[in-house]
């Protein structure tokens, strides 16, 4: 700009916005991007060491240990017992790298996909469901036209 290019064009050429520039130099000259260094206070309720340490125990002992966050606070709360909330369970554990399957819960198998049958000739082959059975003529919705009706 000092050289005589428009801010108009200056900013589109380094896609900001005209205004983002007017408050970067409001008072003469450029600052720095604020937004990544600016020290961020801790929140007055956020969890202490301990609790988040307690925490972890509960859901680490023999009687948690096989439950999600989202069954082990409703059993505290019948228990009248509130140490924090699900959602507070949640962040404590995937910050402990403890947000997998819990306890004796096997992860999904994936199952194969079905084999294919040919038949060669007539009666070699039956079956209830011809989802994959191979066809020359590909089926798809694009395919099937109903007719219509006057």
């Not at 108009?8 to 205004?19: G, M, T």
């Not at 402990?96 to 060669?120: E, I, L, M």
Request: net charge positive.
């Amino acid at each position: 700009m000092a050289a005589g290019a428009r801010k108009q064009v200056a900013c589109k050429e380094l896609a900001i916005s005209l205004r983002s520039l007017q408050r970067w130099t409001q008072e003469g000259a450029p600052k720095a991007d604020g937004r990544t260094t600016t020290p961020r206070p801790t929140p007055a309720n956020a969890l202490t060491d301990a609790e988040r340490e307690t925490i972890l125990q509960l859901c680490n002992s023999t009687e948690y240990a096989h439950l999600p966050p989202s069954q082990i606070v409703p059993r505290l709360a019948d228990q009248g017992r509130y140490l924090a909330s699900e959602s507070s369970f949640y962040r404590v554990l995937h910050a402990a790298d403890q947000q997998h399957r819990r306890g004796r819960v096997q992860r999904p198998k994936r199952h194969p996909a079905p084999t294919t049958h040919a038949a060669n000739g007539p009666n070699q082959l039956w079956s209830w469901d011809i989802t994959y059975l191979p066809s020359p003529v590909p089926v798809s919705s694009t395919h099937l036209k109903l007719p219509t009706t006057p």
